[in-house]
């Protein structure tokens, strides 16, 4: 049996793992009242005037700053662990871990940048592998979302300050 055989066998056991981290996470939100899901891109910008948007490229993004998502906010607890154990996800969550700990890899996640934190379009079981894993960032190729919503006397306002978001 090869390397990546015995990884991903045992990436069964920590998707189990990770998706007990999601079930307390839920828990934990239930008891702190704070929303146990990620924040939708969506409704954060809802309102907000249409701004054009920045290509930054290819960045090393600090895990700790993806507080969102861009479609799939309720997949995911605040910490990118999985709240739902659909078959599906479930094997797409293994086969990325079994690339992150063979030292395959995996390509770049697609996040939206608002102000200092990011909002992930494509990648969401990537950044999910890496959360659990502890790894401080992440590659990402990065699209700044200006608003007026972000900048200057508004972010006291904005609700990303209210989720404790600096």
């Given at each position: 049996?090869?390397l990546?055989?015995?990884i991903y066998?045992?990436s069964?056991a920590?998707?189990?793992r990770?998706?007990?981290?999601g079930?307390?996470?839920?828990?934990r939100?239930?008891?702190t009242?704070?929303?146990p899901?990620l924040?939708?891109?969506h409704?954060?910008?809802?309102g907000s005037?249409s701004a054009a948007?920045?290509?930054?490229?290819?960045?090393?993004v600090?895990?700790?700053?993806?507080?969102?998502s861009?479609?799939?906010?309720?997949d995911?607890?605040?910490?990118?662990?999985?709240r739902?154990?659909d078959?599906?996800?479930?094997e797409?969550w293994?086969?990325?871990?079994?690339?992150?700990?063979?030292?395959?890899g995996?390509?770049?996640?697609?996040v939206f940048?608002?102000?200092p934190?990011?909002?992930?379009?494509?990648?969401?079981?990537?950044?999910?592998v890496?959360?659990?894993?502890?790894?401080?960032t992440?590659?990402?190729y990065v699209?700044a979302l200006?608003?007026p919503?972000?900048?200057?006397?508004d972010?006291a306002?904005h609700?990303?300050q209210?989720?404790?978001?600096h």
């Amino acid at each position: 049996m090869d390397l990546k055989t015995m990884i991903y066998i045992q990436s069964e056991a920590e998707f189990s793992r990770a998706r007990s981290k999601g079930f307390w996470d839920i828990k934990r939100s239930q008891v702190t009242g704070n929303k146990p899901c990620l924040l939708s891109l969506h409704e954060v910008i809802k309102g907000s005037p249409s701004a054009a948007t920045l290509n930054l490229g290819l960045q090393d993004v600090p895990l700790k700053n993806i507080v969102g998502s861009v479609g799939r906010a309720q997949d995911f607890t605040r910490r990118f662990m999985p709240r739902i154990d659909d078959e599906r996800d479930k094997e797409r969550w293994r086969i990325i871990y079994t690339l992150a700990v063979s030292g395959a890899g995996f390509p770049p996640v697609d996040v939206f940048q608002i102000g200092p934190v990011y909002f992930v379009q494509n990648g969401h079981h990537r950044v999910s592998v890496a959360s659990y894993l502890g790894w401080p960032t992440l590659q990402a190729y990065v699209t700044a979302l200006p608003s007026p919503l972000i900048g200057g006397a508004d972010l006291a306002r904005h609700p990303l300050q209210r989720e404790g978001v600096h």
